[in-house]
């Protein structure tokens, strides 16, 4: 694998480490919205990081056509997760 690729793996290990933990997190304590707006927020969150790890794999299938477009679009759902989640690597 390329340095990008493992960059990008690595950085997608993290966000599901650190998703898992705002899951748990969001099921034990006892937060100032609803039941039913916690479940929403981590439904989006676990969307935005399954279409970035979606299109990981799909990066790492391609050949060379459409690459450049599969790392555009990665990088855009990689932040759009951060941003969500509140993490800056």
């Not at 609803?34 to 794999?57: D, G, H, I, Q, T």
């Not at 459409?66 to 989640?85: H, N, R, T, Y």
């Amino acid at each position: 694998m390329d340095p990008y690729m493992k960059k990008t793996a690595a950085l997608l290990r993290q966000g599901r480490v650190r998703l898992d933990s705002l899951s748990v997190r969001m099921h034990t304590e006892a937060l100032a919205f609803s039941a039913l707006a916690r479940r929403r927020k981590l439904m989006n969150l676990e969307a935005r990081y399954a279409e970035a790890s979606r299109l990981f794999e799909m990066l790492r299938a391609a050949g060379t056509e459409g690459v450049a477009d599969l790392k555009v679009g990665l990088e855009k759902a990689l932040d759009m997760f951060q941003s969500e989640i509140g993490w800056k690597p």
